[in-house]
């Protein structure tokens, strides 16, 4: 995007290239061989490369600690590089980290997982978020012998072409057409295997009635990356409810919400039950994971060989290691034990930074609002937004320009803009990230852009 910068945001960016040569020279020498940031919507204000990190901190290549808030995208819930995961990883180490054969400790992460959210009855292994959503849907539509999934506007999960749709923005909010993300999804996914749902919205209900003899699963995000919102459970339960009348099997995709709004995740937080749950993230203590759970009789086609009619495929040549396996366990064990201490704690911690930053707002009359639920952050540059179909209308020149500000004041937010603490955040810490907030916004004010 293209900014006008003002005095201020000139400052910054001058502060910012002379702290971190380093990490532009990097940034010069990667770009003809990686064609993008690893994930390209993670981009920072401005390139920079992290040699080491613990706790709240990360610090760059050229010796500057930032405070994190990215946390990995939110698996770091316990902080980086947290004690009893790195312990039990050095364990394992020392015993091995071979892949396939069966290991001995897979059971035992499936067992945590079971404790956290009871309709985990069985537990499948894989690598990411993105395998686990797409597992999920294809077990679905094994289970009842449906092909269309339903997923909401706003919801993300992960980068399948299966999930790579969206509200076409140009269609009536209360029945969205579905668009896809980017190019190169075939258009037959779009056409013959989606349903756009509109978020927080009765007219779901609707639709999802209207098309129930086709639909093998309706797909949400106990709490959405866009939109982060701790009031939404009456329509979570709702949603919960038709889709059982209707026959059509729920799953919470609990990627981001799994082991951060409490042990039990989202389920938990807003007392509701799904048939599927998709995990990741946060489940191996910040190694890639994802895994796909469900209430027996769902996952039942997983116990037959693919070469059954009624078996399903999965594959995966790491899912399920030794190692990821030890660090889940280590951090799920911790957090479990820690349950009445951490998420209280947690969740506490992260109304307050949101009440700092919405009150500077509101004192100062300024159009962004900090939505959060439990320890989940977006900010948006326009007040009142409760789902993506609000955004028209956002201030994005401020937006961009107030990530460069916070990170020119010691605090790290990348370009997706969600952002996650963690158990290791201070209260210090807090007081520190929600003044350089409103430093922030009042350089961004001053350069009359908000
Ligand atoms: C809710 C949700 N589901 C699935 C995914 C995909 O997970 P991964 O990035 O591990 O593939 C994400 C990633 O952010 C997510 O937020």
């Given at each position: 995007m293209n900014v006008d910068v003002g005095t201020r945001g000139a400052e910054a960016r001058r502060k910012l290239a002379e702290m971190t040569p380093t990490s532009a020279a990097m940034n010069e020498k990667s770009a003809d061989l990686l064609p993008v940031e690893i994930v390209p919507t993670f981009e920072m204000p401005s390139p920079l490369y992290i040699h080491s990190a613990e706790g709240a901190h990360v610090t760059d290549v050229d010796g500057n600690t930032f405070l994190d808030?990215?946390?990995?995208?939110?698996?770091?819930?316990?902080g980086h590089r947290p004690k009893v995961v790195e312990d039990a990883m050095h364990e394992q180490l020392g015993r091995t980290w071979h892949l396939v054969l069966k290991n001995d400790r897979q059971h035992e992460l499936a067992e945590l997982i079971r404790?956290?959210?009871?309709?985990?009855?069985?537990?499948?292994f894989c690598n990411s978020g993105t395998e686990a959503t797409m597992y999920g849907m294809r077990i679905a539509r094994a289970h009842t012998g449906?092909?269309?999934?339903?997923?909401?506007?706003?919801?993300?999960?992960?980068?399948?072409?299966?999930?790579?749709?969206?509200?076409?923005?140009?269609?009536?909010?209360?029945?969205?057409?579905?668009?896809?993300?980017?190019?190169?999804?075939?258009?037959?996914?779009?056409?013959?295997?989606?349903?756009?749902?509109?978020?927080?919205d009765l007219a779901a209900f609707d639709l999802i009635r209207r098309h129930k003899a086709?639909?093998?699963v309706v797909m949400v995000q106990p709490v959405q990356n866009s939109v982060p919102r701790a009031d939404v459970g009456p329509f979570l339960q709702e949603l919960r409810d038709v889709c059982r009348e209707c026959g059509v099997l729920y799953l919470l995709d609990e990627v981001v919400t799994g082991f951060r709004l409490g042990f039990g995740g989202g389920m938990e937080y807003f007392d509701v039950d799904a048939d599927l749950m998709t995990w990741g993230k946060a489940l191996a203590g910040g190694m890639p994971i994802g895994a796909l759970s469900g209430k027996s009789d769902v996952m039942a086609p997983l116990g037959k060989t693919w070469g059954d009619p009624e078996g399903v495929f999965l594959g995966g040549t790491f899912?399920?290691?030794?190692?990821?396996?030890?660090?889940g366990i280590a951090a799920l064990t911790h957090m479990r034990d820690h349950r009445d201490t951490i998420y209280p704690k947690l969740n506490e911690q992260a109304d307050r930074l949101a009440a700092i930053v919405n009150g500077f707002c509101e004192e100062r009359q300024i159009g962004a609002e900090l939505h959060n639920a439990g320890s989940i952050f977006h900010m948006h540059f326009k007040r009142g937004i409760r789902t993506s179909r609000d955004f028209e209308g956002s201030n994005?020149?401020?937006?961009?320009?107030?990530y460069v500000h916070l990170m020119a004041r010691g605090v790290i937010v990348p370009g997706i803009?969600?952002?996650?603490?963690?158990?290791?955040h201070t209260p210090e810490d807090i007081d520190t990230i929600g003044q350089a907030f409103c430093d922030a916004l009042q350089d961004v004010r001053d350069d009359g852009l908000i």
């Open positions: 808030l990215t946390m990995g995208a939110g698996p770091h819930v316990l404790e956290a959210a009871p309709g985990a009855e069985k537990t499948v449906k092909n269309r999934v339903a997923v909401f506007d706003g919801c993300y999960h992960g980068a399948h072409d299966y999930a790579l749709v969206k509200a076409d923005p140009a269609s009536p909010r209360s029945e969205p057409t579905a668009k896809v993300l980017g190019n190169g999804v075939p258009d037959t996914i779009r056409d013959d295997t989606m349903l756009v749902l509109p978020y927080d086709e639909l093998a899912s399920g290691n030794p190692l990821t396996m030890a660090a994005h020149e401020a937006e961009q320009e107030f803009h969600l952002f996650f603490t963690s158990t290791e």
